[in-house]
């Protein structure tokens, strides 16, 4: 696509490519494009059929994407004709548009591909909580052996996945957090067979069963641990799926939950960089936005209310929150006169408006360090 723009650039300054060959490979972009986007939606429309939970949305996306797919296609032979002639009527902005569109649908296919992954971890992680219910409840040694067999096969199964979902993980504290509860579950194993062989054998002995109870809980956290890592940002999940009894003077199981203002900032530019990318705004985006600024202002609170913040360090903090808030008013707020000639200012406007609003961020977030590291 930057290739394509870049071509469209050149035709439109009179530029023609330097020969030949550079003209014909550009000539073959979009059709390019159009192929590549053609097998990413058969893919996704795969996932859709076995999958029929998200069937509705994930044909939507694909088939917006083949549109989009399409239309750079028809943009790109636009351009120039067969003898390397720039055509005129061809606005930089279908093209930047239709991108934008190819974005947007592209994304959204990898977002339900991604909520399958999530929903077959957590599938996997069920099976085993089931299994543990049968083998907690057993008596027979026989019985038993033939449930554990079934539970090793289902913890090689979830060890495969969530290996593989590990790798995917962005946050290096969700992947440091999943990789102690893959290493925990595999000791967990082990223990769990000597435990329940031992309390099979010495029914009796009380100290038997609180060690073979306490390799259950153990196993449960874990799973309950992994769960809260492939679902953070994907969907949400019960606190106490797997484990119910956790004991809050502990500290959270999750400490991922521990929101700090560097977190909160740190959100919120990803937030605005989607919407830069995407240059929409929905009414689900203007809301998420409003609540991630209103967390961000919450957070805030421990340096501007701290009796050790100096009062001009406070001041300043409060000031580049006011400047946050009227950058995202103007972010947010929807253009009542808006037109379709006027649809390239629109965007450019709300570029500029996404970047000023990550440069109040930035401003704020280095203030933050500053008085932080002061009160060290």
């Known amino acids: 696509i930057s290739t394509l723009v870049n071509f469209k650039e050149n035709i439109i300054t009179g530029n023609k490519p330097k020969s030949e060959r550079a003209l014909r490979a550009a000539m073959k972009i ?5 192929a590549a986007v053609e097998r990413f939606a058969t893919v996704g429309e795969t996932i859709a059929d076995e999958n029929p939970d998200i069937q509705p949305e994930m044909y939507d996306a694909c088939t917006e994407a083949r549109m989009a797919g399409s239309s750079i296609a028809n943009i790109n032979n636009s351009l120039i004709d067969d003898n390397g002639v720039s055509v005129m009527g061809v606005d ?6 239709a991108s934008r569109q190819l974005l947007s ?3 959204r296919v990898l977002l339900l591909a991604d909520r399958v992954v999530v929903k077959n971890i957590l599938r996997a992680e069920d099976k085993i909580a089931y299994s543990l219910t049968k083998l907690e409840n057993t008596s027979n040694f026989t019985e038993f052996v033939k449930i554990f067999t079934e539970f090793g096969a289902e913890m090689v199964a979830l060890a495969h996945r969530s290996g593989e979902r590990q ?7 969700r992947r440091s ?10 000791r967990m194993t ?9 309390l099979l054998r010495h029914p009796e002995n009380s100290a038997s069963k609180k060690c073979r109870d306490g390799v ?12 809260i890592c492939v679902t953070d940002g994907v969907m949400p999940l019960e606190p106490s799926r797997y484990c119910m009894d956790i004991d809050p003077d502990a500290g959270p199981l999750d400490i991922g939950m521990q929101l700090t203002a560097n977190v909160s900032i740190k959100q919120l530019m990803e937030m605005l960089e989607m919407v830069r990318m995407t240059s929409a705004i929905g009414p689900s985006t203007r809301e998420r936005l409003i609540a991630a600024l209103v967390s961000l202002c919450e957070m805030t609170q421990d340096f501007t209310e701290s009796s050790f913040t100096l009062h001009h360090h406070r001041e300043q903090i409060l000031d580049f929150l006011e400047e946050c808030r009227f950058e995202m008013n103007n972010l947010i707020t929807p253009d009542q006169n808006g037109s379709l000639e006027d649809d390239q200012l629109q965007q450019d406007s709300l570029e500029v408006t996404v970047e000023r609003l990550n440069r109040r961020l930035r401003d704020l977030q280095k203030q933050l360090q500053l008085v932080a590291m002061d009160q060290v």
């Not at 930089?92 to 548009?97: G, M, N, P, T």
């Not at 259950?216 to 799973?223: K, M, N, T, V, Y």
């Open 167 to 173: 790798h995917d993980l962005k946050s290096e504290k």
């Open 105 to 107: 649908s592209v994304t």
């Open 30 to 34: 979009g059709t390019s494009l159009a």
């Open 190 to 198: 082990m223990l769990l067979l000597t435990a329940s062989k031992t």
């Open 92 to 97: 930089k902005s279908q093209l930047v548009r």
């Open 177 to 186: 957090q999943i990789t102690v509860a893959r290493c925990n579950l595999e």
């Open 216 to 227: 259950f809980h153990q196993i449960r956290l874990s799973l309950q641990l992994i769960a």
